[in-house]
């Protein structure tokens, strides 16, 4: 039963002035009773920009906010700023007026542009306006000289600010920047001393400055998608390999490039074209070679129809849900080898990567991955009581969803106080998407076992193991269900890049030691497997799964012909 407007009122009220009584540091507003007070008033509660005592403030998830009041310069003690995932058209002036700012998230709006006061915040050091419709950087950020992390993804940028690249932003260590219209990066680049993590993919990029190799400290980058005139280059970018890559810039590229050595090199680069000339046949084994090098590194991912697998896994989706979280895409992947080496962890990190990234700490979707040995279908995505919701968690004994979620929150509030409340846990972020919800979602198996509660868990009865080579894999979001596509589709590259890793590296397999759960027996020798191992291909199967209402109509799925399109060279998809 929902709350009558008066309800809604007071639990607004309540809050605010809980916050101002109390001389509370932080106030959390979002979701449901957020917007729902702000389509009432058409505002934010005036009285918010009178707490001066915050240090932290997060207004999210509220379609209805629209602008923010330039009274949010009053709240001169801020050092966190969330207004995520709104509908804001801009950001005040005032902001500048916060000097102690050091985060400021303004994500997943409608912003066109940012204020050039956001240059007077002197103590920033992470910056995130990515999901918007911004055309250009504001002037100035090199004032921000303890910028450390900036994303600026998904957006219209065509070009970095002139001051950007600067010495004086000498702590800055991650830009992400993908999905844009980037089409130049100015050498001064390597004027950023602190920069590991870089992310221009997807843009409109075709060289790539051979002064990147400058950067000593970098660790990770990703020019994907970018049509590079060095298709060389471009083959490598779409492998990921980062050493390779900055090996290559430094060298100035095919030896004549702009790397150091290399600019007295013009009469012996004529001379040689002239021999090349000559010799064809060389020529041609060279392209050979190149095509060999490539097959070499192409990933493989084939499309199994639903139509083509009578055993296909269906997932059958409640009314009830819709009003919690309503968007869920799941599909089997097949060919996975977790038994190498430190496969599995590999893959559990990079699961845990794509949660912080893309994901938004689970704030915007949600991974699971079972063991599709242990999942019994249909499955059912469903809305539950909390009370009677009950789960055996990851690592943990059976317990009520309720009850987990208190732990849970508990365990938020002692990372909170660990950190003086400066700032809130990517924990206790995802629990406050259940904050003011009468049931939790789940996907619930033919025996009513509860194998994952989104955003939260999901269940130690799937968990994957080494032996697991063939996966169910679901996606959930309150946002959209293009989120839940895209998420997928990264996590698919992601476990195909991995394979293909370790493919590549012949790690020797092992196994876990336990009692496979699968067949009751103990994994010890892989000498059974050895046949297999020899045989073993990096190529991953991708199963689809058909999501339908409780009626059996359809209502999604995936891998369908629009999924799966990256513009990658060195990955093929076979439908």
């Not at 409340?421 to 259940?434: A, C, D, F, I, M």
Request: aromatic share 4%; glycine share 4%; charged share 30%.
């Amino acid at each position: 039963m929902e709350a009558g407007d008066g309800d809604w009122s007071a639990l607004w009220a309540e809050k605010i002035e809980k916050a101002e009584k109390e001389k509370r540091r932080e106030l959390v507003l979002q979701g449901q009773l957020t917007d729902k007070k702000i389509q009432q008033t058409s505002s934010l509660n005036p009285k918010i920009y009178s707490l001066t005592l915050l240090n932290y403030l997060e207004i999210s998830q509220s379609p209805s906010l629209r602008e923010i009041d330039a009274g949010i310069g009053n709240l001169i003690h801020l050092q966190s700023l969330l207004l995520c995932r709104n509908k804001l058209s801009e950001i005040p002036r005032a902001v500048g007026s916060l000097k102690s700012l050091k985060v400021l998230d303004v994500s997943v709006n409608e912003l066109q542009a940012l204020p050039e006061e956001i240059s007077q915040l002197c103590d920033l050091n992470t910056l995130n306006v990515s999901c918007n419709q911004i055309k250009a950087l504001p002037t100035g950020l090199s004032k921000c000289v303890k910028l450390a992390i900036i994303n600026i993804s998904k957006n219209e940028i065509s070009a970095f600010p002139a001051d950007f690249f600067s010495d004086d932003l000498d702590l800055l260590s991650t830009i992400v920047a993908n999905e844009n219209a980037i089409a130049d990066i100015s050498g001064e680049i390597s004027n950023l001393s602190a920069l590991k993590n870089l992310d221009l993919s997807n843009n409109k990029l075709t060289e790539i400055p051979s002064e990147l190799a400058d950067c000593s400290k970098l660790k990770e980058i990703n020019f994907r998608g970018n049509k590079l005139k060095d298709k060389r280059l471009e083959k490598m970018v779409n492998g990921c390999q980062t050493k390779s890559v900055l090996d290559y810039l430094r060298a100035g590229g095919r030896g004549k490039g702009k790397g150091k050595g290399k600019q007295d090199s013009g009469e012996k680069d004529d001379s040689r074209e002239k021999e090349k000339k000559k010799r064809p046949d060389k020529r041609q084994k060279n392209r050979k070679e190149e095509e060999e090098e490539e097959d070499l590194n192409r990933m493989v991912v084939r499309v199994l129809h639903v139509s083509d697998s009578p055993t296909a896994v269906t997932v059958k989706v409640t009314a009830l849900v819709k009003e919690v979280r309503p968007y869920i895409v799941c599909c089997v992947v097949k060919g996975m080898n977790l038994k190498s080496g430190n496969a599995l962890k590999r893959f559990l990190t990079a699961q845990i990567k794509l949660h912080d990234e893309i994901c938004e700490k689970r704030t915007k979707a949600t991974i699971a991955t079972h063991d599709l040995q242990l999942v019994k279908g249909p499955l059912l995505y469903d809305a539950r009581s909390p009370k009677t919701l009950k789960i055996v968690p990851l690592g943990r004994k059976e317990i009520k969803a309720a009850d987990l979620v208190r732990q849970l929150q508990l365990e938020a509030e002692e990372q909170r106080k660990q950190r003086k409340r400066q700032n809130v846990s990517g924990l206790h972020k995802y629990l406050q998407l259940l904050d003011d919800k009468e049931n939790y979602p789940c996907v619930v198996d033919a025996e009513d076992h509860v194998i994952s509660f989104p955003p939260i868990t999901n269940s130690e009865k799937t968990k994957m193991r080494k032996s697991t080579s063939e996966l169910f894999v679901e996606v959930t979001s309150s946002t959209s269900l293009q989120v839940c596509k895209d998420v997928m589709d990264s996590l698919i590259l992601k476990m195909a890049e991995l394979n293909k890793f370790t493919f590549d590296h012949k790690e020797e397999a092992s196994f876990d030691l336990e009692t496979d759960p699968a067949n009751g027996e103990t994994a010890s020798e892989p000498a059974a497997n050895e046949n297999a191992e020899k045989e073993a291909s990096p190529e991953l199967t991708v199963q689809q799964v058909r999501i339908v209402d409780t009626d059996g109509s359809l209502k999604v799925v995936y891998p369908s012909k629009t999924d799966l399109n990256m513009d990658i060279s060195n990955l093929t998809v076979v439908r």
